[in-house]
């Protein structure tokens, strides 16, 4: 018995060796993980709010985006009115001009003839028509002549 004893102890010493090691192991390895576990826990939640302030940013330029369309819209809509009216602004002074200059130039008692009772279409004055044309066909043969030459 006194020689099954000591191979025992010694049998027992290595086993008792490593399962010292293994459990003092999961202890440190439990202390490693547990501050990696905080440490993630604090990316996490960091990452988390810093998502809610982007998702909240990006809501805030949403809102604006659609105001800017809205005015733009409503920018756009003004737009046509205005450039509406100047057209027609714009064509009224032309009517009222060239019936005003045109009536004046009948009433002065020159080259055009009235068309209508309105007075608003007029002509050349057949004789004066008659001497525009004249000097048409004139400067096209001088512009013959000056070709020819050439």
């Not at 090691?21 to 440190?28: A, H, Q």
């Not at 659609?66 to 920018?75: G, M, Q």
């Not at 100047?86 to 020159?110: F, M, P």
Request: aromatic letters at 6%; charged letters at 30%; glycine letters at 6%.
């Amino acid at each position: 018995m006194k020689g099954e004893a000591p191979v025992r102890r010694s049998l027992l010493r290595p086993a008792g060796r490593i399962i010292v090691l293994i459990c003092g192991g999961l202890v440190f390895s439990g202390c490693v993980l547990s501050e990696k576990y905080e440490a993630e826990k604090a990316r996490s939640l960091n990452f988390q709010r810093l998502l809610a302030q982007e998702e909240k940013r990006t809501g805030e330029l949403d809102n604006e985006v659609k105001r800017t369309k809205r005015e733009l819209a409503e920018y756009e809509t003004r737009n046509r009115e205005l450039s509406a009216q100047v057209q027609a602004v714009r064509e009224q002074l032309a009517r009222e001009a060239g019936t005003v200059s045109h009536r004046k130039l009948e009433d002065a008692g020159a080259f055009v003839v009235s068309l209508d009772a309105e007075r608003s279409w007029f002509r050349y004055h057949h004789l004066f028509a008659d001497v525009l044309a004249a000097c048409a066909v004139l400067a096209l043969a001088c512009y013959r002549m000056a070709i020819t030459r050439r």
